[in-house]
Structures are given as structure tokens and as C-alpha cells.
């Protein structure tokens, strides 16, 4: 059978990582998908660059609808990243009748709605895998492999460059912006690296997997986003005495009030998995009421692990375009029904209702009977506490200092009870610096 045809829409770090990794293992994709896959035609806007990976006998133009207009092209992947000329660009290949491959979680976060009701009208599959947690095939395990549960929870380090970040800073003491360039050299980091130093690309990935595992449409716009921008460094050092660790979560849950879908910087115990995934690497945890807890654990940025991605939802789509109506395998396929049905039961949770439990950092005068004043006032409003850590004060500002930190963990508290509180606890005199607040996530 000939083999299908597949356009490429941007050849950078994930389309030329695709073409590589395609033409590597052509004989073992072949075999697998029970028919060849050939990129046949690319369009970059830099032509020259483009035509150094692919070599001679592919076609390179400058302008990708060349490639929507051929009526060759079985399958567009869209790599070129961002909401704007890659919406149109999806919607056009929809429209000319042809199945979308993306890694875009941007466009998908935000847009997604119309992009599936658009294939679902035409009939096309769009298929994303390498949107969230790049190479780790978490959009399969949560359409496929759990399809049997109702999943009560997923949370994730879903962000390889802050994850690198936060590592680096930890274990060789760095700054933040030298790591940072050295995310974006490696190219962990988005065209525009604030969409993850800011918990944006988090925050789409977690938007993506909330509307699979929950059947919910995709509602980034409702998302709480905090990135990691605001973390000080003996932040890091008090969760580590304390028997934490400071990651950027993903988090997307099942309450009594609806789904809760959040981006922040949480305490982990040291001693969960996810505490110790270092580096550019992700880890996405999904519990399910049947299967428990699972893990998932890979490169969740790059150039191959990202198109290790791409190229599964190619043989998807290949073996479920090719086989006829009889033997089609519809689990394999992509189902946006489960996206657009909106069910308006189940409506994003305000932050204000979201039950945690939180690490807490209070500059105070070092003067006696500070630490009974707090406590009573986080008491009078039901909060009770884990742990305390109070520090000498020599040992925070130098020798004969005034001031010192109090570090509180509390035990799980509604967050409207806890800003109400904390507003309190700032007025207090002794209090001498805006309070520092992080939640804090058991995952059990
Ligand atoms: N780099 C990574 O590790 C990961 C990236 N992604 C996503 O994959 C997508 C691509 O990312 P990268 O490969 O890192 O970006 P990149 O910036 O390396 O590559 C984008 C390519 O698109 C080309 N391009 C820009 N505008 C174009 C246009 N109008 N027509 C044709 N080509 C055009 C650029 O010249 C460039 O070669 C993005 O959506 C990104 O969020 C997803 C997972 C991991
Ligand atoms: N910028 C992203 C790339 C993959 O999605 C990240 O750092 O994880
Ligand atoms: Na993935």
C-alpha cells in the first residue's frame, strides 16, 4: 500500500526532532502502523534551514498553505507553536478535509473548543499527545488505559524548564535567569519563556488533561495560574528542613463543588515520587476510584521526546485511516465528543472553595508572645497546625537581629477561611513583611 502522505507545518526543535526520528526507525513505524508514513512536504518560513534537515527529495516551501492545498497530504502537523497564524492554519487543514497532528497546547487550551467542533464536524482527527508532558504518552493512558475509572484526581510536574529551574537553583545554587538561557539553549523553554517561568504552559497542559479525564470542555480562561517567578530562595531551604520540596504542580481534581484546575508552586513530601523527579523531566500522578494511584514518569521536552509523541499519534491516525469501516478500531481514535459535551454540572472551582493545607512564612520581631498571637488567630477561624520551625533570629538577620521567621505548616483549610485570616495576622504589629503563602499538597 502506498504510504500515507504527511505535511509538516515548522521544522525547529519538535518538527525537526519528527522528521529525524521518522526516518530513523522508518522500517519499525512501517511495521507497526501497517502502512509506511512519509513526510513528503514541509513549510518553514525559513526555507534554507529546513531544507538542511530534510535533505534532498522532500518539498520545501515558505508558505504552509502549499501544503493544506495539496490534495496528497493525508495528515498536517502543526509545529509551529502559538495561537496566531497556527489557528488558522489547524482550521484550514480541518477544512480541506485533513487530520491534524499538534504539539500545541497554547492553541488547543484556548481554542480547542472550535478546533474540535470543527474536526468532529468534518470528520478529521486532531490528535495531541505532545501537548502535555511531551514524550510521556499521558493523553493515551488517560483516554485509553484508564478509560475504565472515574478519575478523582491528576497532579504534575508539567513543566520542564521550571522544573529545571527550580533543580538547578537547589542542587548547584544558580541564579534563575543564568538557568533559564540555559533551559531556552537546551530548548525546554516556549518562544516565549514566560509562558513557563508563569505557570501558562502548565496551565494549558493541566486545561488539556482536566477536560479528558472529566469530560469537561477546555476552560483555560478559568485556570489559576502562579508561576514560580515569586519563590525566594530560603523558601526552598525551610521546605527542605521541614521535609518538602518545592515543585510547580498541575493540578486538576474532583470535588463535592466541581473540578478544581491549578497552576502553583506546592510543598511536596520529599519522600513522594513526584518530590524527586529533577531536572527537565515530568511526572504526571492520576488517581482513578479503580486503578488507585499511577504514575507516569519521561522527558516532557525536547527534540526527540517530543516527536516520539507526534509520531504515535501519526501511527494512530495511519492505522485508524487506513483500516476500513469494519475492522476501525474507535478507541485509538480521538473522540471530542467527550470534550464538547459541556457539562454544566461540573463547573471549574473558584479558588476560594479549594481545601489544602498551606506553608506559611511570617517576618516577625523577635519579641515573646508573637507565635501565642498567631496561633490564636489562625485557631479562632478552625485552622489548626502540623508543624512550626522558628528560627533564631541572629541566624535570619545576623548577629543581634530583631526579626526572625516563623514557618507554619497547617493542617487542610478552605482558602476564602485562610486569606480572611491571613489578612488578620498581617495587621498585626509584630508582623513585619508581607506574609509569604504556599499551599501544600500531600498527594495521597
Ligand atoms: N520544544 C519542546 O520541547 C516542546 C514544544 N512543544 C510545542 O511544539 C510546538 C513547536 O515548538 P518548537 O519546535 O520548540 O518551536 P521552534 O520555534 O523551534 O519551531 C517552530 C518553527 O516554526 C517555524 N515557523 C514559524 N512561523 C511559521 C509559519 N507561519 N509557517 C511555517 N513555519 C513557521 C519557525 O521558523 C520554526 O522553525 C509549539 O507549539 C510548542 O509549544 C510541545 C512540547 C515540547
Ligand atoms: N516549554 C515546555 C516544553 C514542553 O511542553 C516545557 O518546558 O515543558
Ligand atoms: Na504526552
Same mark, same amino acid.
Given at each position: 500500500?502506498?504510504?500515507?502522505?504527511?505535511?509538516?507545518?515548522?521544522?525547529?526543535?519538535?518538527?525537526?526532532?519528527?522528521?529525524?526520528?521518522?526516518?530513523?526507525?522508518?522500517?519499525?513505524?512501517?511495521?507497526?502502523?501497517?502502512?509506511?508514513?512519509?513526510?513528503?512536504?514541509?513549510?518553514?518560513?525559513?526555507?534554507?534551514?529546513?531544507?538542511?534537515?530534510?535533505?534532498?527529495?522532500?518539498?520545501?516551501?515558505?508558505?504552509?498553505?502549499?501544503?493544506?492545498?495539496?490534495?496528497?497530504?493525508?495528515?498536517?502537523?502543526?509545529?509551529?507553536?502559538?495561537?496566531?497564524?497556527?489557528?488558522?492554519?489547524?482550521?484550514?487543514?480541518?477544512?480541506?478535509?485533513?487530520?491534524?497532528?499538534?504539539?500545541?497546547?497554547?492553541?488547543?487550551?484556548?481554542?480547542?473548543?472550535?478546533?474540535?467542533?470543527? $474536526?468532529? /464536524?468534518? @470528520?478529521?482527527? %486532531?490528535? #495531541?499527545?505532545? =501537548?502535555?508532558?511531551? &514524550? !510521556?504518552?499521558?493523553?493515551? *493512558?488517560?483516554?485509553?488505559?484508564?478509560?475504565?475509572?472515574?478519575?478523582?484526581?491528576?497532579?504534575?510536574?508539567?513543566?520542564?524548564?521550571?522544573?529545571?529551574?527550580?533543580?538547578?537553583?537547589?542542587?548547584?545554587?544558580?541564579?534563575?535567569?543564568?538557568?533559564?538561557?540555559?533551559?531556552?539553549?537546551?530548548?525546554?523553554?516556549?518562544?516565549?519563556?514566560?509562558?513557563?517561568?508563569?505557570?501558562?504552559?502548565?496551565?494549558?497542559?493541566?486545561?488539556?488533561?482536566? $477536560?479528558? /479525564?472529566? @469530560?469537561?470542555? %477546555?476552560? #483555560?480562561?478559568? =485556570?489559576?495560574?502562579? &508561576? !514560580?517567578?515569586?519563590?525566594? *530562595?530560603?523558601?526552598?531551604?525551610?521546605?527542605?528542613?521541614?521535609?518538602?520540596?518545592?515543585?510547580?504542580?498541575?493540578?486538576?481534581?474532583?470535588?463535592?463543588?466541581?473540578?478544581?484546575?491549578?497552576?502553583?508552586?506546592?510543598?511536596?513530601?520529599?519522600?513522594?515520587?513526584?518530590?524527586?523527579?529533577?531536572?527537565?523531566?515530568?511526572?504526571?500522578?492520576?488517581?482513578?476510584?479503580?486503578?488507585?494511584?499511577?504514575?507516569?514518569?519521561?522527558?516532557?521536552?525536547?527534540?526527540?521526546?517530543?516527536?516520539?509523541? %507526534?509520531?504515535?499519534?501519526?501511527?494512530?491516525?495511519?492505522?485508524?485511516?487506513?483500516?476500513?469501516?469494519?475492522?476501525?478500531?474507535?478507541?485509538?481514535?480521538?473522540?471530542?465528543?467527550?470534550?464538547?459535551?459541556?457539562?454544566?454540572?461540573?463547573?471549574?472551582?473558584?479558588?476560594?472553595?479549594?481545601?489544602?493545607?498551606?506553608?506559611?512564612?511570617?517576618?516577625?520581631?523577635?519579641?515573646?508572645?508573637?507565635?501565642?498571637?498567631?496561633?490564636?488567630?489562625?485557631?479562632?477561624?478552625?485552622?489548626?497546625?502540623?508543624?512550626?520551625?522558628?528560627?533564631?533570629?541572629?541566624?535570619?538577620?545576623?548577629?543581634?537581629?530583631?526579626?526572625?521567621?516563623?514557618?507554619?505548616?497547617?493542617?487542610?483549610?478552605?482558602?476564602?477561611?485562610?486569606?480572611?485570616?491571613?489578612?488578620?495576622?498581617?495587621?498585626?504589629?509584630?508582623?513585619?513583611?508581607?506574609?509569604?503563602?504556599?499551599?501544600?499538597?500531600?498527594?495521597?
Amino acid at each position: 500500500m502506498k504510504p500515507l502522505q504527511v505535511g509538516l507545518l515548522g521544522i525547529g526543535t519538535v518538527g525537526s526532532g519528527t522528521f529525524k526520528v521518522l526516518q530513523r526507525n522508518q522500517e519499525e513505524i512501517r511495521h507497526r502502523a501497517g502502512r509506511g508514513i512519509e513526510i513528503t512536504m514541509v513549510a518553514d518560513l525559513d526555507v534554507a534551514r529546513a531544507k538542511a534537515v530534510v535533505g534532498e527529495g522532500v518539498k520545501v516551501v515558505g508558505d504552509a498553505r502549499e501544503v493544506i492545498a495539496n490534495p496528497q497530504i493525508d495528515i498536517v502537523i502543526e509545529l509551529i507553536g502559538g495561537y496566531g497564524v497556527a489557528k488558522t492554519l489547524v482550521l484550514e487543514a480541518i477544512a480541506a478535509g485533513k487530520h491534524v497532528v499538534t504539539a500545541n497546547k497554547a492553541l488547543l487550551a484556548v481554542h480547542g473548543t472550535e478546533i474540535f467542533a470543527a $474536526a468532529h /464536524a468534518k @470528520g478529521v482527527m %486532531v490528535a #495531541f499527545e505532545a =501537548a502535555v508532558a511531551g &514524550g !510521556i504518552p499521558i493523553i493515551k *493512558a488517560l483516554r485509553e488505559g484508564l478509560t475504565a475509572n472515574s478519575i478523582q484526581w491528576i497532579a504534575g510536574i508539567i513543566n520542564g524548564t521550571t522544573n529545571f529551574i527550580l533543580s538547578e537553583m537547589r542542587d548547584k545554587g544558580l541564579d534563575f535567569d543564568t538557568v533559564l538561557k540555559e533551559a531556552q539553549r537546551l530548548g525546554y523553554a516556549e518562544a516565549d519563556p514566560t509562558f513557563d517561568i508563569e505557570g501558562v504552559d502548565a496551565a494549558h497542559k493541566a486545561t488539556l488533561m482536566s $477536560a479528558i /479525564a472529566f @469530560g469537561i470542555p %477546555v476552560q #483555560f480562561d478559568k =485556570a489559576h495560574v502562579e &508561576g !514560580i517567578t515569586k519563590l525566594a *530562595a530560603q523558601d526552598i531551604k525551610y521546605a527542605e528542613q521541614l521535609g518538602y520540596r518545592i515543585k510547580l504542580l498541575g493540578i486538576t481534581k474532583r470535588s463535592a463543588k466541581g473540578i478544581e484546575l491549578r497552576v502553583h508552586p506546592a510543598l511536596v513530601p520529599s519522600k513522594r515520587l513526584l518530590a524527586n523527579v529533577e531536572g527537565a523531566m515530568n511526572a504526571v500522578v492520576v488517581n482513578g476510584d479503580a486503578v488507585g494511584t499511577t504514575l507516569y514518569y519521561g522527558k516532557g521536552a525536547g527534540s526527540e521526546p517530543t516527536a516520539s509523541a %507526534v509520531i504515535a499519534d501519526l501511527v494512530d491516525i495511519t492505522r485508524l485511516h487506513t483500516a476500513d469501516t469494519e475492522h476501525r478500531v474507535p478507541h485509538l481514535a480521538f473522540h471530542p465528543e467527550a470534550i464538547l459535551a459541556n457539562k454544566g454540572d461540573l463547573p471549574i472551582v473558584p479558588m476560594s472553595e479549594v481545601v489544602t493545607s498551606y506553608y506559611l512564612r511570617l517576618r516577625v520581631a523577635d519579641e515573646a508572645g508573637v507565635l501565642a498571637r498567631v496561633t490564636s488567630l489562625l485557631a479562632e477561624a478552625g485552622i489548626s497546625i502540623d508543624a512550626v520551625l522558628q528560627r533564631e533570629a541572629d541566624e535570619v538577620g545576623g548577629e543581634g537581629s530583631t526579626q526572625t521567621d516563623l514557618i507554619i505548616l497547617t493542617h487542610d483549610t478552605r482558602e476564602g477561611t485562610l486569606d480572611e485570616v491571613l489578612a488578620r495576622v498581617q495587621g498585626l504589629p509584630s508582623v513585619l513583611a508581607p506574609i509569604v503563602r504556599i499551599r501544600k499538597e500531600e498527594l495521597s
